[in-house]
């Protein structure tokens, strides 16, 4: 869903479940999600998140600014990085030789960039087929604040990063943008889908929530 405030779009998800009242939820790198009861209708929602408009805002704000000066890395030999949820050498991930900072890090995303389209070509092909649907084309980007996403014309998109995270959290993210091939918005009818397939996949988001800061170069 998507309201705006004092000219700006906030974009937010729906949880639906047993809560008694509306809560509003920012995680480490500014997704929105909003639980409410099962009876909640959408202009309540509306009416919540209006009234704490600018309390989101000042807190998208605060976390930008936090990504913008994220921790310096090492870039030589014993310096240290992801790949499936797990810390290596970068002479381990990649050929370091008498390349500069620049050069490393240069060939270290293109490393990444592979591994996560080889990873999600492979694993994407059986939900597909669970959930009979096929995307019009596959792609691996960078992005700041996605991990994926589906466009209205079924077209997917994977962050590079997610070759940072465990097989399992990667695996999420596929399953969930599949599931907008199906439902669009974050309805009920989406999370009813998507925990069919994944019925842990909230432990899956807490991790993104928790070290998606983390997983960057």
């Not at 270290?108 to 080889?118: G, P, S």
């Not at 990873?119 to 992005?143: C, F, M, N, T």
């Not at 604040?145 to 959290?169: H, I, Q």
Request: hydrophobic share 35%.
């Amino acid at each position: 869903m998507k309201i705006e405030f004092e000219n700006h779009m906030i974009s937010f998800n729906v949880q639906y479940g047993n809560a008694k009242k509306i809560s509003i939820q920012l995680d480490t790198v500014g997704h929105i999600t909003v639980k409410a009861p099962k009876e909640a209708s959408e202009e309540m929602i509306m009416s919540v998140v209006g009234k704490h408009g600018k309390w989101i805002l000042e807190q998208s704000q605060i976390l930008e600014a936090a990504r913008a000066t994220p921790e310096a890395k090492e870039y030589q030999d014993e310096g240290k990085f992801l790949y499936l949820g797990k810390e290596y050498l970068l002479q381990e991930l990649i050929q370091t030789g008498e390349l500069s900072e620049e050069e490393l890090k240069k060939e270290l995303k293109k490393f990444y960039f592979a591994k996560c389209k080889k990873i999600v070509g492979e694993r994407i092909k059986d939900y597909q087929a669970e959930l009979r649907v096929k995307p019009k084309s596959i792609e691996v980007v960078e992005s700041r604040t996605k991990w994926g996403s589906c466009s209205s014309d079924k077209k997917l998109t994977f962050n590079y990063r997610l070759a940072m995270a465990p097989v399992e959290v990667i695996d999420y993210v596929i399953i969930h943008e599949l599931c907008h091939l199906l439902h669009m918005n974050h309805d009920r009818s989406f999370w009813r889908r998507l925990g069919s397939i994944m019925p842990d996949y909230k432990e899956k988001q807490d991790f993104l929530a928790r070290h998606g800061e983390a997983m960057t170069l």
